[in-house]
């Protein structure tokens, strides 16, 4: 088994700062993602990466920024916090050809 | 593109009472279905994954059943218990005809099942 570890769990900016949000997993994935949940809205996907060094721009990629310098760790900065970004981000990995996402337990942003 | 709707967005039922989720999606290309389950402060957990090809499924406590002519998807907990209280989403794919395909996740469903 593998485990996807979010760090930090719970992180509180101002508004204008610029803040990152990282995540390790060890299965080996190929392919990981970072996704908003805003509740009642489900999670929209943000950025993806299929390998080292690829970003993909998701849904709601404007105001983010993402960084897949190695196989196995994923950020996303915030690049200019706003209120109406509270929300829980949380990143997902997935084995290329397999079809199931697995989750790690999420960031909660808070702006101040 | 796709789009789906989950309903209801919070159900309450009374433990040993059956409960039922329901999404609704428009590709008729969707191929993979998914529902997930997410206890508070915690990730997503796979509760099961379901291809196209098969119509019931069923895992310990629940069915999944896909309706391919209505093009809906549900989540029926037959017989609930307390520990069944979370969120769940259902999560749509389409055959993957590049090398990529999203998946796309309904609004979620807060379940509270009380004793």
């Known amino acids: 088994g593998g485990i996807i570890t979010q760090t930090p769990k719970f992180l509180i900016g101002q508004e204008g700062q610029k803040l990152t949000l990282k995540c390790q997993q060890n299965?080996?994935?190929?392919?990981m993602y970072w996704y908003r949940q805003d509740s009642g809205k489900g999670l929209r996907l943000i950025y993806y990466?299929?390998?080292?060094?690829?970003?993909q721009k998701g849904d709601l990629s404007e105001g983010y920024d993402a960084s897949r310098e190695k196989k196995s760790s994923f950020s996303l900065t915030v690049t200019s916090a706003q209120k109406n970004e509270m929300a829980v981000f949380l990143c997902?990995?997935?084995?290329?050809?397999?079809?199931?996402?697995?989750f790690g337990s999420g960031t909660r942003l808070t702006v101040l | 593109g796709e789009q789906v709707e989950q309903r209801p967005p919070h159900l309450s039922v009374r433990e040993g009472d059956s409960a039922v989720i329901i999404c609704t999606y428009t590709?008729?290309?969707?191929?993979?279905f998914f529902w997930y389950k997410q206890e508070p402060g915690a990730g997503l957990q796979l509760l099961m994954k379901?291809?196209?090809?098969?119509e019931i499924n069923e895992g310990q406590g629940f069915t999944v059943l896909l309706n391919k002519k209505d093009k809906q998807l549900s989540l029926n907990l037959t017989a609930a218990h307390p520990g069944d209280s979370a969120v769940y989403f259902c999560?749509?794919?389409?055959?993957?005809?590049?090398?990529?395909?999203?998946?796309?996740f309904g609004q979620g469903t807060s379940l509270s099942v009380v004793p």
């Open positions: 997902a990995s997935r084995d290329w050809g397999g079809e199931t996402l697995y």
């Open positions: 990466s299929i390998t080292e060094n690829d970003l």
């Open positions: 999560a749509v794919r389409r055959i993957a005809s590049s090398s990529f395909s999203k998946l796309v």
């Open positions: 379901v291809f196209s090809s098969t």
């Open positions: 590709d008729p290309n969707s191929y993979y």
């Open positions: 299965f080996n994935h190929d392919t």
